[in-house]
């Protein structure tokens, strides 16, 4: 009943910028903390940012000062706006929330949902 979907990735030059978004859907009536994470090939999954239900943010050192993320509580979306791209930042980018509240049959909640992922490639 909830999902979340990523858009936005793709082929970018070193230097350039892209802009991901990740919408969760459903009879949602609230999100805690949102966050995008990435998994290069060969490499484990790793936090690259995350933002609460109150806009606090928190970034991973590799991407401070050239990432920025943030959400729209009403569209129920988050976005990573990526700047300064290196081919080090290649990978595929996924949407996790840590819990959602939505309703079915009354008031439930749901932890750690994750969108299936969209590939980011930083390359020349």
């Known amino acids: 009943q909830v999902q979340l979907v990523e858009s936005g990735g793709g082929l970018v030059q070193p230097g350039g910028s892209l802009r991901l978004s990740c919408a969760a859907s459903g009879s949602i009536f609230s999100i805690n903390t949102m966050g995008w994470y990435r998994q290069a090939p060969g490499k484990e999954r790793e936090l690259v940012a995350t933002i609460t239900n109150g806009g606090t943010t928190n970034y991973a050192d590799s991407v401070k000062g050239r990432f920025t993320i943030s959400r729209d509580n009403a569209k129920n979306t988050v976005y990573l706006q990526m700047n300064s791209l290196k081919p080090e930042d290649t990978a595929v980018y996924y949407c996790?929330?840590?819990?959602?509240?939505?309703?079915?049959?009354?008031?439930?909640?749901?932890?750690?949902?994750w969108g299936k992922g969209t590939l980011v490639t930083v390359s020349s």
């Open positions: 996790n929330a840590d819990r959602i509240g939505y309703y079915s049959i009354g008031k439930r909640y749901g932890m750690d949902y």
